[in-house]
C-alpha cells in the first residue's frame, strides 16, 4: 500500500519504514470496557465506531466543547497514529517518542508510562503504529518494527511482547481486536517504498490470532504466496513475485455467527492472492469462509510515482498500478433482519456485502478514482450509528463526509470540507501544505458525526443534516500537561480519529501533510463541555 502512508507521508516517516529495508448492536458488542467507554479502535466488534451511550455531547451542546488539556510530545518529525483507548477513566495511547501512556481523562494527569525501548532490539526505533485494544486488564498495541504488545492495564508492566513478523519491513498498523481470548492483528509493510537498488519485494501481508494470555501463535492467514525469484530489476537486483497485500486495517468480528472480516491491500509485485479483497475468516481457526476481491489487477509500488519509472513499475504498462486497496476497517450492521458487512476503498468505492455469503448488496462510488496513490478514497474507516453510514473521502477536490443510507447506498447528505479550510486558522500561513481532505476515520455519537481534516481542524457535523455543528483549529500553540510545549497540525489519519467517552473527546494532531514545526512536538487534545 499504502500509496496514502508511503507517498504523503513525512520523510521521517519514510526513513522509519526504510531503514530496515536498507450489525451487532453498537452499544453492546463491546470488545472491552463498560458502557461509555471507547476501549478500543474500532469502539465495538461490529466496528460502528459510534459511542451510542454519550449523552453529555448532543447537537445542541457540542457548540459549547473545549480544551481541557494538552498532552505534548517530544519534538519529532515523526508522526501521532495512536487513538487513545479510554476505559474506566484512564486514557491509553501511544506517542512518537516511542512511549506508551496511561493518563487520567478527565485531567491529563499521569499514571503509567512505558517506554518501548527495554524491549528486545528489533529493526529501527519502536514507535507505537497503532491504536490500543484494552480487554480483561491488559492493554494490546503494534508497532512500527513488527511488535505486539499486551501491558498489564493497572500499572502499566510488560506482560509479552510478540515479533508478528521478522520482516525488516514489517510494521502494525492494524489495531488489534480481543475476542474469546484471542488478539487479532494485521500487519502491513514499507517494503514498496524501497528505492531501485532494492531486491523488490518479499513481505507477505498476514493476519494473526494470538493467545491473549501469552502472545502465542494461534493461526496466521497468509494474504499472497510465498514471494519467488523471477528475474532482475534494471538495475540488477534480483525481483521477486508475488509480494505484498498487506494488512493494514483493523480487524472487526461478528460473534453470532463467529466470523471475522478484515481488508487487504495490494500487491507490490507480482498479480496473485488476496489482495484488494474483503475477508470473512472463522476467528477459531483461520478458515476462510468467502472472499470478495474488489480490484481485479492491482500492483503498485512507490517508485511507480517516479518521474520516470519504467522498469520499475510492474503495473505501469497494462494500467493497473492503482495502490486500491482496502485499508478501511469494515462495518457490521443489520438492515430488515439480514446482516450485511460494508468497508471503504481508496478507489472511492464504499461496498456493502451479505455478511454471510459475500454476495454484493450494493456499491456507492463517492470518491473521484485517482490511480497511483488511490489518494482520493476512502483511507481508514467509517462510522454506523444504527440509523445511518457515515464515510469520508480524503483527496477528492475536495474532500467530502457523507451519510448513506444503510440498506441502498443512497447518499443522505454530503458536506465538503469548508473552502476556508486552508484560508483561516493556523494552515492559512502554508497555503502550499494545507489541503482540503480527510484522512481519519469518522466516529460519531447520537446526533452528532466528527471528522479531522489535513487542514488542521477537526469538526462535528449534525448528523441529520450535515452542517457543521462546531469547529476547532489545532494548527495552534499549546502547554502539555506535562510541562511541553506542543502544536497541532494536520488531524491524525493512520492513527484512527476522535474519540467520544464520557462528555469528552480525544484527538491526536500532528499527522502528513507535516505543517512546520521545528521546536514543539504533536498532541493529544482532550476536549470537554
Known amino acids: 500500500m499504502k500509496g496514502i502512508r508511503p ?27 463498560g458502557r461509555g467507554d471507547w476501549a478500543t479502535w474500532q469502539k465495538d466488534l461490529s466496528g460502528s465506531r459510534h459511542n451510542a451511550a454519550e449523552r453529555r455531547i448532543t447537537p445542541r451542546t457540542v457548540g459549547g466543547l473545549e480544551l481541557k488539556w494538552a498532552f505534548a510530545y517530544p519534538h519529532t518529525e515523526a508522526p501521532v497514529r495512536s487513538q487513545p483507548a479510554i476505559v474506566d477513566g ?12 496511561a493518563r487520567d481523562a478527565r485531567t491529563g494527569a499521569e499514571r503509567w508510562t512505558f517506554d518501548l525501548s527495554g524491549v528486545e532490539p528489533g529493526p529501527g526505533p519502536a514507535v507505537p503504529w497503532d491504536g490500543p485494544a484494552v480487554a480483561n486488564g491488559r492493554v494490546y498495541f ?74 502465542a501463535l494461534a493461526w496466521r492467514h497468509h494474504t499472497v504466496p510465498e514471494p519467488k525469484a523471477v528475474g532482475t530489476w534494471p538495475s540488477g537486483a534480483t525481483r521477486y513475485e508475488p509480494s505484498g497485500a498487506g494488512v493494514w486495517s483493523s480487524p472487526v468480528i461478528d460473534p453470532r ?24 475468516l472463522d476467528p477459531r481457526s483461520g478458515a476462510v469462509k468467502w472472499r470478495n476481491q474488489v480490484t481485479k489487477a492491482d500492483t503498485w509500488r512507490s517508485l511507480c510515482n517516479d518521474p520516470d519509472p519504467e522498469g520499475y513499475c ?78 469520508a473521502t480524503y483527496f477528492a477536490d475536495p474532500g467530502k463526509v457523507f451519510a448513506v443510507d444503510p440498506a441502498t447506498g443512497t447518499v443522505l447528505w454530503q458536506t465538503p470540507n469548508p473552502a476556508d479550510g486552508c ?22 455519537s447520537p446526533g452528532v458525526v466528527y471528522e479531522g481534516g489535513n487542514d488542521g481542524k477537526l469538526r462535528a457535523y449534525s448528523a441529520k443534516t450535515g452542517r457543521v455543528l462546531w469547529t476547532y483549529d489545532t494548527v495552534r500553540d499549546v502547554t502539555g500537561v506535562n510541562g511541553l510545549p506542543g502544536r497541532g497540525g494536520a488531524i491524525s489519519g493512520g492513527g484512527g480519529g476522535a474519540v467520544i467517552s464520557h462528555g469528552m473527546v480525544y484527538v491526536h494532531s500532528g499527522y502528513a501533510p507535516a505543517y512546520p514545526n521545528p521546536d514543539r512536538g504533536h498532541v493529544l487534545l482532550a476536549f470537554g463541555l
Open 7 to 33: 507517498t504523503l507521508a513525512t520523510a521521517a516517516v519514510l526513513a522509519l519504514l526504510g531503514a530496515a529495508v536498507a450489525t451487532a448492536d453498537p452499544a453492546t458488542t463491546t470488545a472491552g470496557g
Open 90 to 101: 484512564v486514557a491509553y495511547f501511544g506517542g512518537p517518542d516511542g512511549r506508551f501512556y
Open 142 to 215: 503494534g508497532d512500527i518494527r513488527g511488535y505486539v504488545y499486551a501491558l498489564d492495564q493497572r500499572d502499566g508492566h510488560l506482560v509479552w511482547a510478540k515479533q508478528v513478523d521478522a520482516h525488516p519491513a514489517a510494521t502494525v498498523t492494524s489495531s488489534p481486536i480481543v475476542f474469546e481470548g484471542r488478539v487479532y492483528v494485521g500487519t502491513s509493510s514499507g517494503e514498496n517504498t524501497a528505492g531501485r537498488d532494492y531486491p523488490c519485494c518479499t513481505f507477505r501481508g498476514h493476519i494473526d490470532a494470538l493467545d491473549a494470555d501469552t502472545g
Open 257 to 280: 455467527t463467529r466470523t471475522l472480516y478484515v481488508g487487504t491491500g495490494q500487491n507490490y509485485t507480482g498479480s496473485a492472492g488476496d489482495f484488494d479483497t474483503l475477508l470473512a
Open 314 to 391: 510492474p503495473g505501469l504498462k497494462d494500467g493497473s498500478a492503482l495502490d486500491y486497496d482496502i485499508g478501511a476497517t469494515p462495518n457490521i450492521f443489520t438492515v430488515g433482519g439480514r446482516t450485511l458487512v460494508g468497508v471503504g476503498q481508496k478507489l472511492g468505492v464504499y461496498h456493502v456485502f451479505d455478511a454471510r455469503t459475500g454476495e454484493v448488496v450494493w456499491r456507492r462510488q463517492l470518491g473521484v478514482p485517482l490511480p497511483s496513490g488511490g489518494v482520493s478514497g476512502i483511507q481508514w474507516g467509517s462510522s454506523y450509528d444504527g440509523e445511518r453510514l457515515y464515510i
Open 423 to 444: 484560508t483561516t486558522g493556523g494552515a492559512a500561513a502554508h497555503p502550499d501544505i494545507c489541503t482540503l481532505g480527510h484522512g481519519p476515520a469518522v466516529s460519531s
